[in-house]
């Protein structure tokens, strides 16, 4: 096992906590499990990616500077959520336009990671002894992919699960049809996008739909349940976290 940051963070994200609480209980609880204790900040925020998405970036900026202030003193910041990690990384560098912060900035978002990302890579971890005796499939964000490059540390640490079946989707690549605002600005290419993913996870004959991004989870399950189609949607920690 690598060297573990001496301070770790956990980032909730807005979706976590408003909608899906139990996923921060699960990342904490696996982070726990590899022997990191995580504090939860209080006082933070979004991290602006809405504000980003409807051409806002002074709005994401100020945003991004609580994000700084919130999150400064920890070595590292863990989040379950590959869009927001990749918020933090890909864009807060460019919203840094005062010099008093910009270096801060960089160097806090090169110190952030989502949750499979921070176990396989900053801790050289793929098996974290959990047991799920259910044949599941994977679908991994865009940002999680595209942004991060990451979507090969959650498979790995699903590959480590005992007594999982993964069956992977014909098309892992291919967006659920969330997207943030993308899929209120267009909904008939959302929901275009959201029938042929569920058509693959369906053809993989899989009991559970695992992601790793509350976004996705909620495109998903609501397109799960208008169908009736009887597949559950979980976040990848409320499998790994599983004894």
């Known amino acids: 096992m690598a060297d573990r940051p001496a301070r770790v ?5 807005c979706l976590v906590d408003q909608f899906y609480p139990q996923v921060a209980e699960a990342t904490l609880r696996v982070l726990d499990r590899v022997g990191v204790r995580a504090d939860v900040p209080g006082g933070q925020t979004c ?5 980003l998405n409807d051409g806002f970036p002074k709005e994401a900026a100020a945003l991004a500077r609580h994000f700084l202030r919130t999150f400064e003193p920890y070595d590292a910041v863990v989040a379950p959520s590959g869009s927001c990690v990749a918020t ?3 864009f807060y560098p460019h919203l840094a336009q005062e ?4 270096e801060r900035i960089r160097s806090l978002a090169h110190r952030t990671y989502e949750v499979s990302e921070f176990v396989v890579r900053v801790l050289g971890v793929e098996r974290v002894q959990a047991r799920f005796p259910h044949r599941v499939t994977f ?15 959650a498979r790995r640490l699903l590959l480590g699960v005992e007594d999982l079946e993964l069956v ?3 098309h892992p690549e291919a ?3 969330f997207g943030g605002v ?16 569920l058509a693959d996870a369906q053809a993989t004959g899989a009991q559970l739909l695992v992601s790793t991004d509350a976004g996705c989870l909620m495109q998903l399950e609501g397109g799960l349940a208008r169908h009736r189609i009887p597949l559950r949607c979980v976040h990848l920690v409320e499998v790994l976290w599983q004894p």
């Open 9 to 13: 963070a956990l980032f909730t994200t």
């Open 47 to 51: 991290c602006g990616q809405p504000l």
């Open 88 to 90: 933090v990384r890909e």
């Open 99 to 102: 010099a008093r912060w910009r």
């Open 139 to 153: 679908h991994p964000s865009c940002h999680l992919l595209r942004g991060l490059r990451a979507a090969e540390c």
């Open 168 to 170: 992977d989707l014909a």
């Open 175 to 177: 967006c659920c049809g």
């Open 182 to 197: 993308f899929s209120v600005k267009f909904p008939e290419v959302s929901r275009a996008l959201l029938e042929d993913k």
